[in-house]
T-cell receptor, first 112, second 111 residues
């Protein structure tokens, strides 16, 4: 099925560990982004990309790293996990100029 | 500064009653506007969008929204709410390639 696929769905990390959240889309969308969702704060943009090889920071980029080597994949790396990074993470993609995101189903991350 | 405001954090309505969720935006021009719905444990699903033209837009699941330039608003409405509409609703706009989301309105539907 066409859409945005995020893995894993759930993850528990210890403080200081690193990990990569995977995101893949099969709609040939140029634009991909990562958001975190926290209670009472809505969605906050972490990083985004407008095409392969191009990434930029969003509102809350600290502690996260991204790369975009292909159109399909946009992984999010947590370099050294902290409890403040406990959140639900959403990947989204869209076709430039068309507006409207397609969202993945999310990754619920807990850092202990 | 560019922003989206959803003044109602939580709304409770009875099943069958009408619904209006408020959204105001702050931007120097008319942006592209969206409403998304998020069911518990799920990602966000696009309900409707406004780019230009008719200021009353129809979406999925019987929702509609009206763009009012003079009020910088894009309120979401539904004439008769169903229990399955209980969810979190997000208003958003896009400028260039950046989306701005409101903090969401949580809807509870009473049987």
């Amino acid at each position: 099925n066409a859409g945005v696929t995020q893995t894993p769905k759930f993850q528990v990390l210890k403080t200081g560990q690193s990990m990569t959240l995977q995101c893949a889309q099969d709609m040939n969308h140029e634009y991909m982004s990562w958001y975190r969702q926290d209670p009472g704060m809505g969605l906050r943009l972490i990083h985004y990309s407008v095409g392969a090889g191009i990434t930029d920071q969003g509102e809350v980029p600290n502690g996260y790293n991204v790369s975009r080597s292909t159109t399909e994949d946009f992984p999010l790396r947590l370099l050294s996990a902290a409890p403040s990074q406990t959140s639900v993470y959403f990947c989204a993609s869209s076709s430039l100029g068309q507006g409207g995101y397609t969202f993945g189903s999310g990754t619920r991350l807990t850092v202990v | 500064a560019q922003s989206v405001t959803q003044p109602d954090i939580h709304i409770t309505v009875s099943e069958g009653a009408s619904l209006e969720l408020r959204c105001n935006y702050s931007y120097g021009a008319t942006p592209y506007l969206f409403w998304y719905v998020q069911s518990p444990g799920q990602g966000l699903q696009l309900l409707l969008k406004y780019f230009s033209g008719d200021t009353l837009v129809q979406g999925i699941k019987g929702f509609e929204a009206e763009f009012k330039r003079s009020q910088s608003s894009f309120n979401l409405r539904k004439p008769s709410v169903h229990w399955s509409d209980a969810a979190e609703y997000f208003c958003a706009f896009i400028t260039g390639n950046q989306f701005y989301f409101g903090t969401g309105t949580s809807l509870t539907v009473i049987p």
